[in-house]
């Protein structure tokens, strides 16, 4: 029943930016964390954004500071991930995560209970 469905994904040159989006259903959206993960084949998944259920508070993993950007809105029940200056490095598959009732892990993939299937980045020229 709970679905998120990741968008945006693409090719990308070296310093470009993509626009992700995660349109999740089957749960009330606003009462959640939301996060993103990405992951590449032969390692771990890897934090990347995590945003509090009114949005007033973000935290990004070290590797993208500075250059991503999440957002919600809760109106539209959207989840963004703005990527600038993309770098090779960024090539991943990126995932949509709903956050666990109560958790305090919102940088750990354990405190999220349901994922999308996963959207494409891939950053080359």
């Known amino acids: 029943q709970v679905q998120l469905v990741e968008s945006g994904g693409g090719l990308a040159q070296p310093g470009g930016s993509l626009r992700l989006s995660c349109a999740p259903s089957?749960?009330?959206?606003?009462?959640?964390?939301m996060g993103w993960f990405r992951q590449t084949p032969g390692k771990e998944r890897e934090f990347v954004a995590t945003?509090?259920?009114?949005?007033?508070?973000?935290v990004y993993g070290d590797s993208v500071k500075g250059r991503f950007t999440i957002s919600r809105d809760n109106a539209k029940n959207t989840v963004y991930l703005q990527m600038n200056s993309l770098k090779p490095e960024d090539t991943a598959l990126y995932y949509c995560a709903k956050g666990r009732m109560g958790t305090i892990l919102g940088q750990a993939a354990a405190g999220y209970d349901y994922w999308g299937q996963g959207t494409q980045v891939t950053v080359s020229s």
């Open positions: 945003i509090n259920l009114s949005g007033s508070n973000t």
């Open positions: 089957g749960f009330t959206f606003s009462h959640y964390r």
